[in-house]
């Protein structure tokens, strides 16, 4: 078991991406602490998942109950893996240029401020433990033709940021700071969404392998990246795009 007895906070569990990196957590022997904003997603999830989850329902940009949730963790034997994958609204379809400065700003205001005040929570007692490890999810990417998506991809860029410039502040307190690369998910897409067969096609043909990552792949890679496997590990992108993007 890769995690066993390590305690997990996955922020975003309600959402298909969260939910794999719950269930693979889990199933390595992590206990995992659920969060999001609605709670029914969360306790189906719980309930699936059994006596290994813990719920709790709160808005990742408010400060006092990020901070309050990490302390109630981090009582409970400490606070090992925090990963952080939250979506963040975007407007799609519409140039950037043409944009209300509202509608370009609030992924990147969302994707910032979550990620800082997660990520800050976790890392006061990840200090004082003296380990641990942050997960952040969408990396850097090449923008492309004709494809808006107004203020997300900057907001992905900012986070690679932050990444890079935590893994050089926590390093020395043995905290690793890692971001999950996937290029694309096709599970992500919902099976009634209108134009769904084209977005996957398009999707695969981007990769390499001539196939696109699951959610089972992207919680496993996830689990690699949060264990002592992954111990030399930190200030670097994990990449499960089968090849879709290139480092």
Do not use: W
């Amino acid at each position: 078991m890769l995690l066993q007895d390590k305690n997990a906070v996955i922020y975003g569990a309600g959402g298909g991406i969260g939910g794999a990196v719950a269930r693979a957590f889990a199933a390595e022997g992590a206990r995992v602490f659920l969060t999001g904003r609605t709670r029914e997603k969360l306790d189906a999830l719980a309930g699936e998942i059994g006596d290994a989850a813990e719920v709790a329902t709160f808005d990742a940009t408010d400060k006092r109950a990020v901070d309050e949730h990490a302390d109630a963790v981090a009582a409970e034997g400490g606070l090992d893996i925090s990963v952080n994958v939250i979506a963040h609204p975007t407007k799609h379809g519409t140039p950037m240029v043409e944009m209300e400065v509202g509608e370009f700003f609030q992924p990147i205001e969302q994707a910032v401020r979550s990620n800082f005040l997660t990520t800050a929570a976790a890392a006061r007692h990840m200090r004082k433990q003296g380990s641990g490890v942050i997960l952040f999810f969408g990396g850097s990417g090449d923008p492309m033709r004709d494809y808006y998506i107004g203020g997300t991809q900057v907001a992905f860029e900012a986070l690679e940021s932050m990444r890079r410039q935590l893994s050089a502040e926590l390093g020395k307190d043995g905290i690793r700071a890692v971001t999950l690369r996937s290029g694309g998910v096709p599970d992500s897409v919902p099976t009634d969404f209108d134009g769904r067969d084209a977005i996957v096609d398009g999707i695969v043909a981007e990769t390499m392998l001539g196939r696109a990552a699951t959610y089972e792949d992207v919680g496993n890679a996830a689990v690699f990246a949060a264990s002592d496997k992954g111990r030399m590990m930190t200030a670097a992108t994990v990449n499960v795009s089968c090849g879709a993007l290139v480092d």
